[in-house]
């Protein structure tokens, strides 16, 4: 049986990452706060952009702009962004699953990796998968101009013709305790459907629709990415305060479990001392 010291010491190294737990949990909910308020904001722009340029790509001459054209796949990226640091319970481990499902359904294709995140780089790494590019502590600093540095990489590499579709993966969020991995294609343009009998006649666009086109399409990219990146964080804060929250409360169940294992050793070693007392005044008597 354990000796009450071994157990007051693992009683008061629980209490000590209860106190780190607790702690974590708390700057996680600051974070979340914030972090949702800025996806709150931006997903009502993104999803209505969204919604205009798939209307304009089902009606415009694919042959208008390089962002608009359709070729079948054989070269694709996949833009895979998880989190810098870990302890947020399965979030970096649902993504890799999802990126890895996704690969999987377009085995024979050549895929190249575009990673955002320190753990999603470690375990493509160990993966051995082909990684074109990657960047950590992104979200320190996370900010529009971030986003779209990394949509104009995307969209110059489609428009160049190096890639013929463009994917991102990342962790949705849902809510406090929800956070759901999807793959969107963000190149080309998806193509929205016609009602039955609508005719996709074209717009007419002022200015130009050269001019028009080089600076909505651009900017479409660059608001889904920045998008996607506000959606992983505030899943990732999510996710972490939920686990911090787990955490700290098994501490407490097991801190419980623990006092009462060492209250019951104690009683038993006072009870044995009371016995070997009486038995030693006997013995003298």
């Known amino acids: 049986m354990a000796k009450t010291r071994d157990l007051k010491r ?62 079948e796949e054989r070269r694709i990226d996949v833009l895979v962004i998880t989190a810098d640091r870990g302890l947020c319970g399965s979030f970096n481990a649902n993504v890799h699953k999802a990126a890895v499902a996704f690969l999987g359904e377009r085995a024979g294709l050549d895929v190249r990796l575009r990673i955002v995140g320190r753990k999603g780089r470690d375990r493509f790494r160990r993966d051995r998968a082909p990684i074109a590019s990657e960047r950590i502590d992104l979200y320190r600093t996370l900010s529009y101009e971030t986003a779209a540095e990394i949509a104009g990489e995307l969209a110059a590499a489609y428009a160049a013709s190096e890639t013929d579709g463009v994917y991102v993966v990342y ?13 969107e294609r963000l190149l080309p343009i998806g193509r929205s459907e016609l009602a039955p009998g609508e005719t996709a006649h074209d717009y007419l666009y002022e200015p130009k629709a050269d001019a028009l086109f080089a600076g909505l ?4 990219v660059e608001v889904q990415v ?54 030693g005044a006997e013995a003298l008597g």
């Open 171 to 183: 962790n949705e969020f849902k809510s406090l305790i929800q956070q759901r991995p999807v793959v």
């Open 10 to 71: 693992r009683i008061r190294s629980i209490r000590n990452t209860m106190q780190v737990t607790r702690a974590m949990k708390m700057v996680s909910a600051a974070k979340l706060r914030r972090s949702q308020e800025r996806i709150v904001a931006a997903r009502p722009y993104a999803r209505r952009m969204l919604e205009v340029l798939r209307s304009l790509a089902s009606r415009a001459n694919p042959a208008a702009h390089p962002l608009l054209a359709v070729r």
């Open 217 to 220: 399409l651009p900017r479409h």
């Open 226 to 279: 920045f998008r996607a990146l506000l959606e992983s964080l505030a899943a990732e804060n999510a996710a972490r305060m939920t686990a911090m929250d787990s955490a700290t409360s098994n501490a407490a169940d097991l801190i419980d479990s623990l006092t009462l294992r060492m209250n019951r050793v104690r009683q038993a070693s006072i009870t044995t001392e009371i016995i070997e007392v009486v038995s």
